[in-house]
């Protein structure tokens, strides 16, 4: 498992895989200050989750529409 991932397909493939989930969770900290759920309870906290994937998925779809550049995604496939 070491041989593949310090070969140069499987380090490309490792940092894609970094990158992917943790750019959505950057810019829901980042960019909009979310810091901690205000709500307390699941139901509560699984609704505000759905309003931040929600206003994110807005932000990606009006930059699509404006023809925006968006974040780089990696496009890395074996």
Do not use: I
């Not at 970094?18 to 829901?28: A, G, I, K, L, R």
């Not at 994937?53 to 496009?75: D, F, I, T």
């Amino acid at each position: 498992m070491r041989e593949r991932l310090q070969s140069e397909k499987g380090y490309a493939l490792s940092v894609c895989r970094m990158t992917q989930p943790e750019s959505v969770f950057s810019q829901m900290k980042n960019d909009r200050g979310f810091q901690r759920f205000l709500l307390q309870g699941l139901s509560k906290v699984s609704l505000e989750v759905g309003w931040l994937c929600l206003a994110h998925y807005l932000q990606k779809k009006g930059a699509m529409q404006e023809n925006l550049p968006l974040r780089p995604v990696c496009s890395f496939r074996l």
